[in-house]
């Protein structure tokens, strides 16, 4: 994956921020800041109805990175087809531990939460915090399949369930 420096987005970028998922980069703005002049990139988050600025030096460091490239996206859909890896640890630790993952931005890790908390029809229901955490990872990875691949969102979830269901198919 080519690894961007900070002043290399552009306006009109999708790129990725580790807390919320894709976003595109609206503009590059100086702001006065408790008397100093900084320059920050505006990213919009439609799915969140949310803005943030992000000053320029320190993108990188705050995880901002560009989107997926295919290869990555392929390595993620074949995580999916893996099977599940569930600790024997308690549920809350495994929580903080997905949620973690989810955080990170890192889409082979969210593919991994995704996989690990998949639940087949023919498998026991989920609690109501595995579903949430289960959506939260799939809506993530989902968005950022989609702006990769130029499909939308609902496209993507079915590409990505695809692949779950041969996964569960296999075992």
């Known amino acids: 994956m080519s690894v961007k420096s900070a002043l290399d987005y552009k306006v009109g970028d999708h ?3 580790p807390a919320h998922g894709v976003g595109k980069i609206g503009g590059v ?3 006065e800041v408790a008397g100093l002049s900084l320059e920050v990139y505006v990213i919009t988050f439609d799915h969140e109805k949310m803005t943030l600025r992000v000053p320029t030096k320190k993108a990188k460091t705050a995880g901002l990175r560009p989107l997926a490239n295919s290869e990555l ?7 999916l087809k893996g099977r599940a ?3 024997r640890t308690m ?3 495994r929580a903080q531990e997905y949620e973690a993952k989810i955080n990170s931005g890192d889409l082979i890790s969210i ?3 995704v996989r690990d908390l998949y639940r087949a029809d023919s498998q026991p229901e989920q609690s109501y915090s595995e ?3 289960y959506e939260s ?4 990875m989902a968005r950022e399949v989609a702006a990769v691949e130029r499909i939308d969102k609902d496209s993507a979830v079915a590409m990505l369930q695809k692949n779950l269901n041969r996964s569960a198919a296999a075992a």
């Open 15 to 17: 790129v990725v921020y």
């Open 29 to 31: 703005e100086t702001q």
């Open 73 to 79: 996206v392929g390595q993620a859909l074949t995580t």
């Open 85 to 87: 890896r569930v600790k």
């Open 91 to 93: 549920w809350s630790r």
């Open 111 to 113: 593919a991994e939460v």
């Open 131 to 133: 579903r949430q955490l």
């Open 137 to 140: 990872a799939l809506d993530r």
